[in-house]
């Protein structure tokens, strides 16, 4: 690539300017971004599938409206991120084919089974958690729009924790069983959730580089630590227990030491040994496949509708 165009490039993204679909970006920084934007559309996507297990079984007509909303905004989140992506020229099919064949990940956490309705609020509170904490430096990220696209995420998802946390505040303060499901949600989500920061910044392929290019705006370990600090105490205000021997205050640091993740794990799930994993994308592509009558519809009533103009 021509270094003057590259030496421009870096100049724009150093002054914090966005950098937009028609600019020009060196091809190594749109094949990223467009890594990391539809990686991030095939969580939220795959993501409504652990939920959606608990619509029909929400404990009240008020929870079940909430959760409704919720799946449905996650769904609108894939769609955003779809189009985001698809301005550094990938097409549609193309991402969803990546996704189907395996070639694409999505986030880990939603390869973790919904067993019972207190893993509602715990996801909720902390993966939505922890997608807030990732997804608000995104908002300044170099790309105008994966930036743009984050604003109204964020907002989203500030809900979708807030109702979370509510669920568990209402099964914390119940009876001794509902408490008990509320310790079980904890400690079955507590450390796939850490994991959604992706792994060590010193064992992060692409962290150096995002971070040159702000894709990035803090590091993985930087916002992992972040939500350390903020959901303990949240756990402790709900009376539960963090399932972390290790985890103690370091006045030092003014934030928590906190126990070794298990990156076997990790990595195993991420190569899709997940516990549902073959599920997720079983009906993922059973949805999809089900679904191309109503796309080729669409196709041929817009068809109709641009000759009719044409004519
Ligand atoms: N699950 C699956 N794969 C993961 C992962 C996770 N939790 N964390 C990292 N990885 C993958 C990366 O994608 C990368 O593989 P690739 O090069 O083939 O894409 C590899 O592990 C090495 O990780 P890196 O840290 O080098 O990769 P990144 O710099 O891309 O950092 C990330 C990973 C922090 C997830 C970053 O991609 C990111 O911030 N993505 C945008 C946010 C996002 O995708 N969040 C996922 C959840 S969305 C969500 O929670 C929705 C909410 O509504 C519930």
Redesign the pocket.
Known sequence: EDPKLVEAFEARVAADEFIEPKDWMPEAYRRTLT??IS??AH??IV?MLPEGNWIGRAPSLRRKAILLAKVQD?GG?GLYLYCAAETLGTSREEMVEALHSGKA?????FNYPTLTWADIGAIGWL??G??IM??VP?QRTSYGPYARAMVRVCKE?SF?QRQGYEIMIALANGTAEQKRMAQDALNRWWWPSL?????PDDN????AQ?MRWRI?RET?DELRQKFVDISVPQAEFLGLTVPDPDLKWNADKDGYDFGAIDWDE?YA??KGEGPVAKERMKARIDAWEDGAWVREAADAYEAKRQARKAA
């Open positions: 890594r990391q990686q991030h969580s939220e993501g996650e989140h990940k999505y986030s880990t956490i993966v939505d922890a997608a990732n997804q995104l998802e979708h994991m959604m920061f992706g792994p992060s392929p692409n962290t995002s990035k993985n990790f799930v991420v």
